[in-house]
């Protein structure tokens, strides 16, 4: 990259117009989810014995023969080859970030030297891709050689282009999970087993609770040519380097400012893509830093939402290009202006639609939304390290703790009125309940006015809010697979949801009445998960030590963060609720530090490239023309008056040294520490060392390069600088 071509790729970027994107005639409610399979098109295409069983598979998780499987596929392949499909893939969520694919075309061989177009259940319901290039942290060594991937049939498949994808899940030969979804699935099962029961004592008409995700997905836009001047963008995802621009976000400015032109038009194109994809985008605006913006569909079952949030990252990556822009989804691209993150709004409800987690309007249901709330409180108190496990990365962990996301402590901010709910609950003893008579219930469970939602006080530096009818986990990072918090969430909320069902049953069994009981638990829980529930600022160093006096989980090192999926209390919950074996979280935390290892080991070589190849040579050559200049200056002033004139250069040519040694030596110890590193055997411990030696070398290093950005002539300058980042569109 040389400075004139700096030049030219940040004034083409000025210059560019916004992309023609042409709008559907229709209504989005005519063309929402024309690309997918849905229950509607089933009906349509599936002969009605075989629509019924499908809709007894997905609802109530009823068991795939193949014969009727057969026949799902042959509707299925007439609605796809109708849009123009001729491949199928099995669409899978490895371990490793994003999603999967392996296609195949939908010919087969007529048997009359021709082909025609065949689609059998078998290719619908399993495949075998080659797995062996997926990470899988040993298990399949451990275990067998091969995976498969299953067909999802709880998640509609969908038509991109010309591909007919099914969402799968994928796993080894012996059930053991090599993804995401597959535990996601058990989780919700478990969750939902654990909520009905809760569920059925209070409305026993209940048969099923689901679990709910509404994610809020943050990113960035970059210019396309931009970002291709900036190898360590395209190569990490951030900049390694780069000085603040003078203006940022000091001015607030941006925020629910208006949309640039261009990046409406690519937000409509999205929007209008996302939508025939049944995904139901709903909110759009720009972020607090400059070029960021959000993007919120309406929330949905928890895996289907899952899906559509894979699905949309894909899709925002791929629409970006088109209008000459690259979407940045990594957690903190640059340095000084906030990070993005993907705010998981979740709950639960119930098959009769009741919101688990939303007041009601009688003293029964406000019962309920207390239990709800308070087993959810307990989950986070006795998981918070989990949790906080569950969202870490080496790319998140640039963001958590930092001035604008969530802590690295998790807590719970519950607002005023809440507060003063539980608190009063806590308060009343068993004699102030007033169980009148057998039939009428008075229970003292003060009003919960319906305002709550709206009147929500919003505090945004809790990592896992209440907000009304649901809570938030903010903590999840932008580039994230939602599953993995959801996976820990909903698993916790099960086992406290079960715990509780137990302590409940037992005190009814001994005579005390239902309703009574159910009191009696939540006060002992209020009191219990206490040290959780924090309503101060987050970010605060007076709470980072009260954290610790609660018994919190303070550690910000993220694979040290990572053993908590190996504690006792994770272990026990994981193997009671069925979602993970204990050689499942071994394999998944050696992948877990393997991936924390190679991301700051490209960002260490990236980096070093990048200060040895552009940084230095093009210090060294302003530097001497620095030093020409003084010395021609001395050629025409006698001595004394040219050092005089001089000096400011001078000052520079010394600075540029300077900073220039540092940055030469200290690419050679970083050079050195990741050799170091590099020989430990043990991924943990690799892990470590590299989040303990090499990763603050990255920080100490800029430090010096971008104050060198701020010496050398602009001109001469080889990387796109933070204001043409960052406010060219
Ligand atoms: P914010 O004020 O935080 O931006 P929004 O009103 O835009 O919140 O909603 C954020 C997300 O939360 C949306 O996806 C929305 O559908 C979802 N949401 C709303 N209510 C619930 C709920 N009860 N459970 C789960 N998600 C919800
Ligand atoms: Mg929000």
Redo the contacts with the bound molecule.
């Keep these: 990259m040389s400075a004139t071509l700096r030049f030219n790729v940040v004034g083409a970027a000025f210059k560019k117009q916004p992309v023609e994107v042409a709008t559907p005639k229709e209504r989005p409610s005519e063309f929402f989810a024309k690309y997918v399979f849905t229950r509607d098109k089933m009906y349509k295409y599936l002969p009605a014995d075989i629509y019924a069983k499908m809709v007894d598979v997905m609802d109530n998780g009823a068991t795939l023969d193949l014969q009727t499987a057969d026949a799902v596929a042959e509707g299925m392949k007439q609605w796809a080859i109708s849009l123009g499909a001729t491949h199928i893939t099995h669409w899978f969520q490895p371990l490793t970030e994003g999603t999967a694919e392996k296609h195949d075309g939908l010919i087969e061989y007529d048997g009359k030297g021709g082909v025609l177009e065949e689609f059998t259940g078998k290719q619908l319901v399993q495949q075998e891709p080659d797995a062996s290039s997926f990470p899988s942290g040993g298990i399949r060594s451990i275990f067998e050689a091969r995976g498969y991937s299953a067909w999802d049939p709880a998640s509609p498949v969908f038509i991109i282009g010309d591909t007919l994808m099914i969402p799968t899940i994928f796993i080894s030969y012996t059930g053991v999970a090599l993804d995401y979804k597959a535990p996601l699935k058990k989780a919700l099962h478990a969750v939902d087993k654990a909520a009905t029961s809760v569920a059925q004592l209070f409305y026993p008409e209940v048969k099923k609770v689901m679990s709910?995700?509404?994610?809020?997905q943050e990113y960035f836009l970059v210019d396309e040519d931009i970002y291709a001047a900036r190898p360590d963008l395209i190569m990490t995802g951030r900049t390694l380097m780069g000085h603040d621009s003078a203006k940022n976000q000091q001015m607030d400015d941006h925020y629910f400012g208006a949309i640039p032109e261009r990046v409406a038009a690519f937000m409509r194109d999205l929007e209008i893509q996302a939508l025939e994809l049944g995904i139901p985008c709903k909110?759009r605006h720009n972020e607090v830093a400059p070029n960021q913006f959000e993007l919120?569909?309406?929330?949905e079952e928890t895996n289907v939402a899952v899906d559509h949030n894979m699905l949309m990252m894909m899709l925002m990556r791929k629409v970006a290009r088109k209008h000459g822009f690259r979407c940045l989804l990594h957690e903190k691209p640059f340095a000084g202006v906030n990070g993005s993150g993907k705010?998981n709004?979740?709950?639960l409800a119930t098959d009769t639609g009741v919101?688990l987690?939303?007041p009601g309007k009688t003293p029964l249901d406000n019962l309920r939304f207390v239990t709800f709330i308070v087993e959810t409180l307990m989950a986070v108190w006795r998981h918070n390290g989990l949790l906080k496990a569950s969202i870490v990365s080496a790319t998140n962990a640039h963001r958590l703790g930092a001035n604008e996301a969530p802590p690295a402590i998790i807590s719970s901010f519950l607002g005023k009125q809440l507060t003063e709910v539980l608190e009063h609950l806590e308060k009343t003893t068993d004699s102030e309940i007033a169980l009148s008579g057998k039939k009428e219930l008075h229970l003292d469970i003060p009003q919960i006015p319906e305002l709550l939602i709206d009147n929500t006080d919003r505090n945004r530096t809790s990592p896992f809010a209440f907000?009304g009818?649901?809570f938030?986990f903010r903590a999840v990072g932008s580039e994230a697979n939602c599953a993995s918090a959801m996976i820990a969430l909903n698993a916790a909320v099960a086992e406290a949801l079960t715990d509780f069902h137990d302590r409940v049953s037992a005190l009814t069994l001994a005579g005390t009445d239902t309703h009574a009981a159910i009191l009696k638990v939540v006060r002992e829980d209020i009191r219990a998960c206490k040290p959780i529930h924090f309503e101060g600022n987050g970010y605060s160093d007076e709470w980072r030590e009260e954290a610790t006096r609660r018994g919190l989980d303070t550690e910000a090192s993220c694979p040290l963060v990572i053993d908590r999926y190996l504690d006792k209390s994770s272990v026990d919950m994981f193997g009671r609720m069925n979602v993970f074996s204990i050689d499942e979280l071994h394999a998944r935390n050696e992948i877990k530090w393997e991936t924390y290892t190679k991301k700051v080991q490209i960002e260490a070589r990236i980096f070093g490239d990048l200060c040895l190849n552009h940084i230095i040579p093009v210090a060294t050559r302003y530097q001497s023309v620095l030093i020409d200049n003084v010395h021609k200056l001395s050629s025409i002033f006698p001595p004394e008056q040219a050092q005089s004139i001089a000096a400011n250069n001078l000052s520079l040519i010394q600075q540029i040294s300077e900073h220039s040694n540092y940055i030469s030596a200290h690419v050679a110890e970083l050079i050195e520490a990741r050799r170091v590193a590099n020989r430990i055997a043990s991924e943990r411990d690799k892990a470590i060392a590299y989040h303990d030696t090499v990763a603050p070398m990255l920080e100490s290093i800029r430090y010096h390069v971008d104050k060198l950005e701020l010496i050398v002539d602009d001109e001469m300058w080889p990387l796109p600088k933070y204001r043409e980042m960052l406010f060219v569109r």
């Design positions: 709910n995700l509404g994610w809020e909110t919120a569909p309406i929330y705010h709004n979740w709950s919101l987690h939303a907000t009818n649901r938030e």
